[in-house]
């Protein structure tokens, strides 16, 4: 216990002059009684400022003050002191001073920079040495004396306990916490547990986690222990493809994640392949005719054009020639002398059709042109008429039965009367003409009857005895002619096969019922390649789709045939037990590591529970360790009051007990008394 034996004051506030000192010895309780202005609560100022540095009810001050003096100087004093005995339990004493700077300005009178006024010094042997700064809290054994003495051991007049004031339970504990020590150790350790409980958690959930992969994968039985030796010694099934970096993964000697379903994968797919060596004739047999048969567009074009395609130019010829007698016919059979005229293709007509009197046609046409030019006037028209009229002659002959004429519409009782009608009126229109007109006439009828009829006729017979080509037909043969090489590789191959076709080539362009002969045609051609195919082995296209198979000689085999044929299957069967017995030691590493993991989830279970359970313990000893702070611990407060004082005074003490809120015991570690 350490006691203030004595103060001496030296100007400060009204104590100016000589020192001023009290002395406290052997006092354990001191009253300070006079009037107002006295100088009671400088002595307690004092007390402050010299322990503290400052006085604390001035700082309400700030910054509404800005005195020219110091304001606890007695008379604007420059030499201000404060000095404080105190005696400890074995009587040995130490002397503070708080003394006023000297060389003090302007603005370091403010209020707000009171505490910068003021340095302490300690009397050692009868001088002032500058003091540390914190000599006090050592002196005192507190961390924060000047806190402390506000919060324990001084209360200004006609104000409660700072302490008391405070409104939260927490504050209150931390300030308590100062005197009796603090949890922050207690919490630093708490968050160490928890943060250890999240990290085994987390290591407990992947262990978890990895339990779960490893069930779900290789469906282990912790409990499993497979001892079995490898028998088969590693090699690839497929050398070509590990050279060339394609081999599949279950081909390697370590296979990685060697899970139930790629085991089951690994042997479907060597099944298939051991399937296709086995049945590797039949399957390169059945893929060579396969791919001629799908080729069925080649086939057709082969079938109908394979005798004509070669002479694509000449039927390309023959098609333009044939057009051009087409359309000079329908010229011709107008008999308009002008269109004819005209008709370029008219030149090339007389040889086309190798049909003579090619010159004489064109004089006598030239000829008939030069009459009907000169000849514009209204017999002209006669004899437009009369040409128009002589063609009903021949148009009756080939109707026997017609009696209405054809020319004028009139309505005959017979048809030799009607012909008879013609034959009159075709005399009257003659006897109308003139003799230029007569000449144009009987130019007319000769070219017609010597020239035009004979060309006519050629015409005639040269579209009935040849077939006018569509252009689907040009379009097919051109498409031939276009794939000629192709063409003459499929009948290269159908000879190297021996497959009869000849019959089935269409001999003429264009083929007659084009579609319908080139489709039956090309059906018998197919049927004769598949023939050559062969019976099929039992369940052959059950066991595995042609996709599949043409998969595995692509993938494994490149297509290569002898690699098919003369490939040894029991390389595969080497292959399947290797990979077995692979899977044998992977499920027992994998069958290791889950027992090793189940022990390792067990252990952090149980260091999960015991952390909780630590946690708990700590939490609530931190909790109760600052509820007695509030509740258990009993603090003296010395506190001066002017009211208390004077029921004291006036002999009516009384003392202040303050209830638990919870509704326990009445609580009475705080008592305020006047005694």
Not at 87 to 93: A, L
Not at 113 to 123: D, M, P, T
Not at 574 to 586: A, L, S, V, W
Not at 647 to 661: E, L, N, R, V, W
Request: aromatic fraction near 10%.
């Amino acid at each position: 216990m350490i006691f203030l034996t004595k103060i001496t004051l030296v100007n400060f506030k009204i104590f100016g002059g000589e020192p001023y000192s009290i002395d406290f010895e052997g006092n354990k309780l001191i009253l300070l009684d006079g009037p107002n202005g006295y100088g009671k609560t400088s002595v307690f100022d004092a007390v402050e400022l010299a322990l503290t540095g400052n006085i604390s009810r001035l700082i309400t001050l700030d910054n509404r003050q800005n005195p020219a003096d110091i304001v606890v100087a007695h008379r604007n004093a420059s030499s201000v002191e404060i000095l404080l005995e105190f005696k400890d339990e074995n009587s040995n004493t130490r002397i503070f001073q708080r003394k006023l700077k000297s060389n003090i300005t302007g603005p370091s009178k403010r209020i707000a920079r009171f505490a910068e006024l003021w340095e302490l010094n300690e009397i050692i042997d009868g001088s002032a040495e500058p003091a540390k700064k914190d000599v006090l809290e050592q002196f005192f054994d507190s961390k924060d004396f000047a806190r402390d003495f506000l919060l324990f051991h001084y209360v200004q007049q006609e104000e409660t306990s700072r302490f008391l004031k405070t409104n939260n339970e927490t504050q209150r504990a931390t300030e308590l916490a100062q005197l009796f020590g603090d949890t922050r150790e207690a919490d630093e350790n708490l968050e160490k547990l928890t943060s250890a409980q999240k990290k085994i958690n987390v290591a407990k959930k992947s262990i978890t986690n990895r339990i779960s992969e490893l069930q779900r994968l290789y469906h282990l039985d912790p409990e499993l222990a497979i001892t079995t030796e490898p028998t088969e010694s590693h090699q690839y099934a497929f050398p070509w493809l590990f050279e060339n970096n394609t081999s599949p993964y279950w081909d390697f000697e370590t296979i990685v994640e060697l899970t139930e379903q790629r085991l089951s994968a690994s042997l479907a797919e060597i099944e298939a392949i051991k399937w296709l060596v086995s049945h590797s004739d039949f399957y390169l047999r059945n893929r060579h005719y396969q791919s001629a048969l799908h080729q069925r567009n080649l086939l057709e074009l082969y079938v109908g054009y394979a005798n004509t395609h070669l002479n694509y130019h000449g039927y390309q010829h023959y098609s333009k020639t044939y057009q051009d007698v087409k359309n000079s016919y329908d010229i011709l059979q107008q008999e308009d002398i002008s269109d004819i005229l005209k008709n370029s293709r008219l030149e090339n007509l007389y040889t086309a059709l190798k049909l003579p009197g090619r010159a004489e046609f064109r004089d006598a046409l030239t000829l008939l042109n030069t009459l009907i030019s000169k000849n514009n006037g209204v017999s002209s028209v006669y004899t437009e008429i009369l040409n128009h009229h002589s063609k009903l002659s021949p148009a009756l002959d080939v109707t026997p039965t017609e009696t209405s004429c054809f020319f004028c519409g009139h309505e005959h009782n017979t048809h030799d009367a009607l012909k008879a009608a013609v034959e009159k009126h075709g005399d009257l229109l003659r006897s109308e003409l003139s003799d230029k007109d007569k000449a144009t006439v009987a130019a007319r009828e000769n070219f017609s009857k010597h020239h035009l009829a004979d060309l006519l006729n050629a015409c005639e017979v040269y579209l009935e005895i040849n077939v006018e080509p569509s252009q689907t037909d040009l379009n097919k043969l051109a498409e031939a002619f276009a794939s000629k090489d192709r063409l003459e590789n499929i009948r290269q191959w159908l000879i190297t096969e021996n497959i009869e076709h000849e019959d089935l080539l269409a001999e003429d362009f264009p083929v007659a019922a084009r579609d319908r002969y080139i489709a039956e045609a090309t059906d018998v051609l197919c049927e004769r390649i598949r023939a050559l195919i062969g019976a099929a082995p039992d369940n052959f296209y059950e066991t595995h789709t042609s996709s599949t198979l043409d998969r595995i000689f692509k993938d494994y085999f490149n297509k290569t045939a002898e690699r098919l044929t003369t490939y040894p299957i029991d390389l595969l069967t080497q292959k399947e037990t290797y990979i077995k017995e692979q899977y044998g030691n992977d499920i027992r590493a994998h069958a290791l590591e889950l027992q090793k993991l189940q022990k390792n989830d067990s252990l952090l279970e149980r260091a999960l529970s015991d952390t909780g359970d630590l946690i708990t313990i700590v939490r609530s000893q931190i909790r109760k360790y600052r509820k007695d702070l509030i509740t258990d611990i009993e603090i003296p407060f010395y506190i001066y009051s002017g009211k208390i004082l004077q029921s004291h005074q006036a002999g009516i003490g009384h003392g202040i007990f303050i209830k638990d809120p919870t509704g326990e015991d009445e609580l009475k570690n705080v008592r305020l008394v006047s005694d």
